[in-house]
């Protein structure tokens, strides 16, 4: 491996040479000239290009809302999550960090708890100011993505503010994303002073609070009928078309 010390840095392949960041340095590598791949292999590389694309898809989902600034291994600590979480096993996905050096045990002592109906319920407890912060942002962002398809069926997010100079007796908070697909459920948080945003990364949140897996309907077996009994009418079928949307965030006073 080298170094690569020089004006315009570069990454991606330039001839037989691979230039790439490793540890905030550029460095250089040389591609094999053969590559021997087992059946292993191919497999681990099949699931690796898998997760990856799954992992563009939540970023393409979430990072658009959230307001924390991630740290510069989001993308590979993402995709790592992925791999260990397993297969389609996307409640694996739960407690992911978009900041990776703090999360949501530093704000709550009590973690909030999401219910399938859409209501985010943070319990009533003792919450800690950091440096001159009064007042606490709480952003509750949900997304409902169609892993299957690959796409992105919906996205919104509401907030709240808590007075950090006053005892917190607890907070409900309720959003909703019709359609199809899992969704999932991230939590940001942040303080606020008089000068505004508590700027440390030790601080700011965004976590996976919970996944959601899309329940679909269980079918019903057809009622049998006698050869003496004829078929009654067959009811007509409604549909109910599901609706996505992007609300603007809401603020409740506390």
Known sequence: MAILDSIIPFTGKLGNIISYRRNGKHCLRTMSETVRQTDNTRRAAKWFGAASRKGALIRSAI?????????????????????KAGRNNHAGLKNF??????????????????????TLHIPAQRLEAFGNAKRMEVKLIA????????SVTGTDAVMINIDLEQPFQG??????????????????VRQF????????????????LTVVEDQQPEASLPKAHSHKELPGVPAKVTRKAGSTHNGQAVIQRE
């Open 63 to 83: 990072t658009p809302e959230i307001d924390i600034q991630c740290d510069g291994y989001l993308v590979n600590r993402l995709n790592s999550y992925i791999v």
């Open 97 to 118: 960090r978009f900041n990776g050096y703090t999360g949501l045990d530093k704000h709550f002592a009590e973690r909030p708890v999401f219910s399938k109906d859409g």
């Open 143 to 150: 997304s409902r993505i169609d892993f299957a398809n690959r």
């Open 171 to 188: 907070a409900d908070m309720s959003i909703d994303v019709p359609g199809k697909g899992t969704l999932l459920v991230v939590l940001q």
């Open 193 to 208: 002073g008089d000068e505004g945003e508590v700027r440390n990364r030790k601080y700011t949140v965004a976590d996976i």
